[in-house]
């Protein structure tokens, strides 16, 4: 049995994955805790995450699952890292100041880190390499949808294609939005953030060229999605030697 410590699980994925655990015959939760004061979800009581240093040394869970907000999440993989437990981190809109930190922590610590957990992101990833490969004169524009609490932008996810592209292609802009007098230079990637209602999460890629266009679309319909993903990567973790993996690796 794989126990499970969840931060953040007061908020929209937190509670997704508690439910999750409790869905699950491979794992129990050990504790959750949350920034502000809610009430039990799925059968965990939730705690005062000042509490977690003390809740980790007690309870000693297998691995911690977060999704909250960057500097939280920087704490409580240090303090993962103090306890030495190892990590699942789905929040995104790190710096690269807090990027560092994490890694520091993962010398203590197996760290899995990603900002999609949905199992087809991995082959939308491979297939938007493909075509950015084979159609390497094309113009590509990316943008991504979400609900409109979402705090950072570009999603982390679109930053990781980002990346990917530019693995590829070489160096780019990345030109955010577009306004008044301002053509499509050859060397960019036009990146677009929509955000509205409770859209759980779309990404498009759009390579334009020879009177022609292809359109590659990942959409997630549920946050379920996400929250499994991050269970499947957190049973994959356990065990493993310290050192910084993501979602990737586990496939
Ligand atoms: N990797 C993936 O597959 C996915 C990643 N995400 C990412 O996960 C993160 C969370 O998303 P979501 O659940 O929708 O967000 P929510 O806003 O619903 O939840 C945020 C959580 O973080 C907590 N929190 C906010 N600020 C602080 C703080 N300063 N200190 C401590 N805790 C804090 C909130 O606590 P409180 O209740 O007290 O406000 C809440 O528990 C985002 O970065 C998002 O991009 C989302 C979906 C999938
Ligand atoms: O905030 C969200 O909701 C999501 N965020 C992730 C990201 O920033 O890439 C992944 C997913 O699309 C949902």
């Known amino acids: 049995m794989i126990t499970v410590a969840v931060t953040g699980a007061g908020g929209q994925m937190g509670r997704e994955v508690l439910e999750a655990v409790a869905d699950r015959e491979d794992m129990a939760a050990a504790f959750a805790v949350n920034r502000t004061s809610v009430p039990p979800i799925a059968g965990t009581t939730v705690e005062d995450e000042g509490d977690l240093p003390r809740l980790l040394e007690e309870h000693d869970p297998d691995v911690l699952v977060d999704?909250?907000?960057?500097?939280?999440?920087?704490?409580?993989?240090?303090?993962?890292?103090?306890?030495?437990?190892?990590?699942?981190?789905?929040t995104t809109?790190?710096?690269?100041?807090?990027?560092?930190?994490?890694?520091?922590?993962?010398?203590?610590?197996?760290?899995?880190?990603?900002?999609?957990?949905?199992?087809?992101?991995?082959?939308?990833?491979?297939?938007?390499?493909?075509?950015?490969?084979?159609?390497?004169d094309y113009d590509i524009e990316l943008s991504e949808t979400h609900h409109n609490r979402?705090?950072?932008?570009?999603?982390?996810?679109?930053?990781?294609?980002?990346?990917?592209?530019?693995?590829?292609?070489?160096?780019?802009?990345?030109?955010?939005?577009?306004?008044?007098?301002?053509?499509?230079e050859g060397d960019e990637v036009g990146v677009?953030?929509?955000?509205?209602?409770?859209?759980?999460?779309?990404?498009?890629?759009?390579?334009?060229?020879?009177?022609?266009?292809?359109?590659?679309?990942?959409?997630?319909?549920?946050?379920?999605?996400?929250?499994?993903?991050a269970l499947d990567a957190a049973d994959w973790l356990v065990g493993r030697p310290a050192g910084e993996y993501d979602f990737e690796d586990t496939v």
């Open 93 to 136: 809109g790190f710096s690269d100041a807090q990027l560092e930190l994490l890694a520091d922590a993962a010398r203590e610590i197996p760290l899995l880190r990603a900002p999609n957990f949905s199992r087809a992101m991995t082959a939308f990833r491979d297939v938007i390499r493909e075509a950015v490969a084979a159609l390497d």
């Open 192 to 229: 677009h953030a929509l955000r509205a209602g409770d859209i759980r999460g779309e990404h498009e890629l759009l390579l334009a060229g020879n009177h022609e266009v292809l359109t590659l679309t990942h959409r997630a319909e549920s946050r379920g999605v996400f929250a499994e993903g």
């Open 150 to 184: 979402k705090r950072d932008a570009p999603s982390g996810t679109a930053n990781d294609i980002l990346d990917d592209i530019e693995e590829i292609r070489g160096d780019f802009d990345r030109v955010h939005g577009r306004e008044g007098d301002q053509p499509r």
């Open 67 to 90: 999704f909250t907000v960057p500097d939280a999440s920087t704490r409580y993989v240090e303090a993962c890292a103090d306890a030495g437990v190892a990590a699942v981190v789905g």
